[in-house]
Structures are given as C-alpha cells and as structure tokens.
C-alpha cells in the first residue's frame, strides 16, 4: 500500500486530457458535404485554415466505404459501420440492412440519442442544409431541429440564431456545398475551389457567432466532411474521395498539431462522446482521437 502512495499522488497531480476537456461545455460539430481533403492546401480557405493552425487536423481521415453521403453521415453521427447501422447507400432513408441495434427512438443509436439518455436535459441541435440528414438521426431527442431545405445562406443564418438563442451541448450543422459544385463543375476545377471560399466564409460565420453568444472559450469547433471526390461524383475508392478533413479548434484541443492518428469517420462520435463524459454504447466501434487534446 505504502509503495502504491507516489504512484497514487502522481496520477492525481498530473492534468489529464480528459480534465482539460471538461471545459468545453459546447461542441459545434460542421459537416461540408463534399470537401475532400486533398483540396485544401490549395484552396483559399483563410477561416479553415487559422482553425488549423491553431488546432488539431489531419487531412488524412478516411470515410467508409462507398464513399457516398447518408451512409458516412450516418457512420459519423452513429459511431460505426454500415454493416452495423445498416444505412449503406447514398440516400438512404432507411437502413437496407436491418440496424443491430435501435434505441428509445426505433433508429440506430446516434450521439443525439445517447446524450439525450445520459444527459436528459442538455440542449442539442441540429441544422442541416440537405434535407437527407433527417432520416438519419432521432429527431424526438434533439431540442432543435431545422431543415434548410437545401438553401445554404438560410442554413447558415438558422446556425447563427441556434448557436445564439440556445448555446447547445451539442450541435451539428450539415451544409450541402462544395458537393452540388463538385457533381456540376467536377472536382479539382476552379469552380470547385471558388466555390470553397465561399464555404470558408460560411465557416467563419459560425465562429463569429459563438464568439458573440460569449462561449468562444468553453466550445470546441470541428469540421469534417463526409466524402471527398473525383470527376463529377463519388463513391468510389480514390483517395480523392475517400480522405476527408478532421480539423479540431478550441477549449483543451492542442494548437497547430498534425494528429498522426489513424482516424475514421465513425471515430467522431466516440470522440464527442469522450469530450463530453458520456459512455459510447457497446454497439458503437470508434475510437477517441484523444491525441488532439492537450495533456
Ligand atoms: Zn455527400
């Protein structure tokens, strides 16, 4: 006993990641449909950019496959695979594999649903562009929802006044660009990488935003995508389409890290999960990137 004592008291003197992240009371979660990775060293994205800089990214986080919208939105927002959740396609509405396991609200478990059953009375959020993020996720257990029908500005102006009026725990705000350019102009155009600053300027909308509402130092930021592309579409195997952006800002994330992690997509709801102190459940198989928080 007396020799366990030092070992004991370092373990309480020394800050843990997890004690460091106990500041973040918000999480806004950004989802670009669309934004491959290997686009943004070239692509004029100052917002994007200083969010690197000064935090943890890696431009090498992978999607599952296909490459394809609803079923690596759904992986992200599920912590798994298709195989387990069941959504498999690009617009799946339902899962065309019977989910392994659903919860309260008859739907795979999604972060939304287990932070309503651990945490009843937090507030969460969810805001999407493309109407498809709907069937993903148990609507009965997010305090606000709001569809913005694929209209960008009305997406980003309803993000504003949510992150405003309610500071939610958690928010996830969906925008359907670069990927309406990607599919009419192709990636890798100059169309494409116009159409990225416009998407930066969105991005840097919402981090004026939770610096209004007064939280900038309590909320960490992420941005990700759900796929990449190659051509005119996606679902493919290139890495063009399969590396996506994880790029992680604020309250005990580490500034101007490269994470040398092996990350996946489904990789992000465990890792809200770990941020906020809530138990993942067995059916979901990602990691925490604990590496991007600062010891
Ligand atoms: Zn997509």
Known sequence: ????????????????????????????????????????????????????????????????LPSSSAVNWASMLMGTGPTMHGYTEWGSQTPEIPSIEQNRYRLFPSIFGVIREQRPHAKTAAVYSWPGIGY???????????????????????AIRVIKAEKPMFMFIHFDEPDHTGHAAGHRTEAYYTKLTEVDARIGKIKQAISDAGIADQTILIVTSDHGGKDKGHGGKSLDEVEVPWIMHGVGVKKGTPL???IITYDMATTIAWILGIKPPQSWRGQAITEAFAK
């Open 1 to 64: 006993m007396k020799r366990l004592f030092p070992f004991v008291l370092l373990m309480l003197l020394l800050p843990s990641a997890q004690a460091q992240v106990k500041k973040a009371k918000h999480i806004i979660l950004i989802g670009c449909d669309g934004l491959g990775a290997y686009a943004i060293p070239q692509a004029d994205m100052p917002h994007v950019k200083a969010l690197m800089s000064d935090g943890a990214w890696t431009l090498k986080a992978r999607s599952v």
């Open 260 to 262: 040398s992690s092996h």
């Open 136 to 158: 993903l996720i148990e609507k009965d257990a997010i305090s606000t929802v709001v569809s913005a029908n694929d209209n960008e500005d009305l997406c980003t102006e309803e």
